[in-house]
T-cell receptor
Framework: GAGVSQSPSNKVTEKGKDVELRCDPI?????LYWYRQSLGQGLEFLIY????????KSGLPSDRFSAERTGGSVSTLTIQRTQQEDSAVYLC???????????FGSGTRLTVV | AQRVTQPEKLLSVFKGAPVELKCNYS??????LFWYVQYSRQRLQLLLR??SRESIKGFTADLNKGETSFHLKKPFAQEEDSAMYYC????????????FGSGTRLLVRP
């Protein structure tokens, strides 16, 4: 596609439910990143995928968070048993291999009530 | 640990006034530094990177290793510069992972 596509754009969920957030990167971009943007905070790194290498999961805040990237393209970020502190905007970015040229998606605004 | 600090949450200036958005970093190696911008209802996008030593939309930023700073400057602010600005650091390893500051909202008043 022309840009990084994220869905849904908004998600309201009840505390304790699981949610899945989707990211469709730019075709040909081998690197994919997930960040979380909380109110008053910066962008917090969550996880990074590069080609077929093992993902860098060092930023995932707890074991309730997981992500996968199928076929080196679409990625899904899953949050299990959501908590109110998970409320944030979740941003996905992709870039060509060996590049800082991130292209960000428009994000998914998650609200846990 | 690497850290990026943007001490100002909000910076308000009048049109035509000079602007300086502060960014300090902590990192023991040689970092690469960036400024990203997010205009209202738009996606986060790269504004400039220090290694390019370029001026984008009239903005410049100089890396000061002695002060570990990478402040963003513009001599004459325009209303269209109003946006959220994020400073970011990369460790220059193979991951190209960026560490972001908490952001500064710039408001340019007419």
């Amino acid at each position: 596609g022309a840009g990084v596509s994220q869905s849904p754009s908004n998600k309201v969920t009840e505390k304790g439910k699981d949610v899945e957030l989707r990211c469709d990167p730019i075709s040909g971009h081998t690197a994919l990143y997930w960040y979380r943007q909380s109110l008053g905070q910066g962008l917090e790194f969550l996880i990074y995928f590069q080609g077929n290498s093992a993902p860098d999961k060092s930023g995932l805040p707890s074991d309730r968070f997981s992500a996968e990237r199928t076929g080196g393209s679409v990625s899904t970020l899953t949050i299990q048993r959501t908590q109110q502190e998970d409320s944030a905007v979740y941003l996905c970015a992709s870039s060509p291999q060996g590049s800082y040229g991130y292209t960000f998606g428009s994000g998914t605004r998650l609200t846990v009530v | 640990a690497q850290r990026v600090t943007q001490p100002e949450k909000l910076l308000s200036v009048f049109k035509g006034a000079p602007v300086e958005l502060k960014c300090n970093y902590s990192y023991s190696g040689s970092p690469e530094l960036f400024w990203y911008v997010q205009y209202s209802r738009q996606r986060l996008q790269l504004l400039l990177r220090h290694i390019s030593r370029e001026s984008i939309k009239g903005f410049t930023a100089d890396l000061n290793k002695g002060e570990t700073s990478f402040h963003l400057k513009k001599p004459f602010a325009q209303e269209e510069d109003s946006a959220m600005y994020y400073c970011a650091l990369s460790r220059m390893d193979s991951s190209y992972k960026l560490i972001f500051g908490s952001g500064t909202r710039l408001l340019v008043r007419p």
